[in-house]
C-alpha cells in the first residue's frame, strides 16, 4: 500500500489522467443506459429474434429487396414515425431495428421508446455488421434453381 501511494504521489499527472479517463467511461456508460437507447451485436439481436422479437428493417426497399434478415419487416426510416401506430399491439415484445450501418437505428430506437415500445434495441453495425458476423440473410425474390443436364 505504501508503494502505491508512493506511485500515485511520483506521478500525479498520470495518476489524474487514468481517474479522468475511469470516470468519463463510467460516465458515458450511464448517460447511454439513461437514455434507452440500448445497441446490441448481431449475436444478442439472433437470441432476440428467437424470443419473439420483432424485426424492422429501416433501409429502402431497394435494399431491403437485396437481402435482410429473415422475417424482417422493411419500414424505411423516413416513414418509421407514420406507421407506428400500425406496431401499436406489439409493445410488449422487443423490437430489434437494423439499417445500414447502425446509426439510423439508432434513433428509430429513440422513437420506440418515445412511443411505448417497453424494450427497442438497434443492431450494432447494421446490416454490415450482421454480415461481418456470418449470420444469414435472405433476398425478397426467390429463384428457382436450375437444374444442370448430365452429358
Request: aromatic share 6%.
Amino acid at each position: 500500500m505504501e508503494k502505491l501511494v508512493e506511485f500515485a504521489g511520483n506521478n500525479m499527472w498520470l495518476v489524474l489522467a487514468l481517474m479522468i479517463s475511469f470516470f468519463m467511461v463510467i460516465f458515458s456508460e450511464l448517460r447511454r443506459k439513461a437514455s434507452g437507447m440500448v445497441n446490441v451485436d448481431a449475436v444478442h439481436a439472433v437470441k432476440l429474434i428467437n424470443n419473439d422479437a420483432i424485426v424492422i428493417d429501416l433501409r429502402s426497399a431497394d435494399a431491403y429487396s437485396q437481402g435482410h434478415i429473415v422475417g424482417a419487416r422493411n419500414i424505411p426510416a423516413d416513414e418509421l414515425e407514420a406507421k407506428i401506430e400500425g406496431l401499436a399491439g406489439m409493445k410488449d415484445k422487443p423490437v430489434v431495428t437494423v439499417c445500414e450501418a447502425g446509426i439510423t437505428s439508432t434513433k428509430a430506437v429513440a422513437t420506440l421508446k418515445t412511443a411505448g415500445f417497453e424494450s427497442a434495441f438497434g443492431v450494432k453495425g447494421g446490416m454490415a455488421g450482421w454480415k461481418e458476423a456470418g449470420l444469414p440473410i435472405v433476398g425478397g425474390k426467390k429463384t428457382k434453381s436450375k437444374k444442370t443436364k448430365n452429358k
